[in-house]
């Protein structure tokens, strides 16, 4: 086990490394498929000594959930971005920035959190705290701004604590 985890220290990257190489080809040949193996390989072993640790998903089954959740949510929110730029005067509207204590600790768990508020349109994670504890958001029209975090934590924060801690 000691040596397949010495050549293969992130399967997983290995997978989409290779898999992205295909597609970036636009080849499906034997070729293109070798060549993507061999950076699929070459790549997380020379960059393995500057990897932290591999990440420990607790609960991989609710990731497609949560992608669900988010593909949902894109949809929904792009519906209320055009209603508002279409019908709502810019003096009607309500940009706020909003400050998001954080319960999540890892790294990981914390970068898909703003990957997602960054998707979604109307949202954008603007900055991270020092210590990691809490996120600065802009909201393009927000009536309340406790709403809005407590939907946040609720939403997303809460089911990555439970994919990732």
């Known amino acids: 086990m000691k040596l397949l985890h010495r050549l293969l220290p992130h399967p997983i990257l290995t997978l989409v490394l290779t898999l ?79 400050a998001i204590p954080l319960d999540l600790r890892t790294p990981e768990a914390i970068t898909v959190l703003a990957g997602t508020i960054t998707m979604t349109p109307g949202t954008v994670s603007a900055d991270l705290s020092a210590e990691g504890h809490a996120l600065l958001v802009h909201c393009l029209d927000c009536d309340d701004t406790d709403a809005q975090r407590d939907a946040i934590k609720q939403r997303y924060e809460r089911r990555l604590m439970e994919i990732f801690e």
Do not use: E
């Open 20 to 98: 992205t190489w295909v597609l970036t080809v636009n080849s499906f040949t034997l070729n293109s498929l070798v060549f993507g193996f061999l950076l699929g390989l070459l790549i997380p072993f020379l960059t393995q000594p500057f990897w932290q640790k591999q990440v420990r998903i607790k609960h991989p089954m609710k990731i497609a959930a949560y992608i669900l959740l988010v593909l949902w949510d894109i949809v929904i929110a792009n519906i209320t971005v055009a209603r508002i730029v279409l019908f709502k005067s810019n003096a009607d509207r309500r940009p706020a920035w909003i």
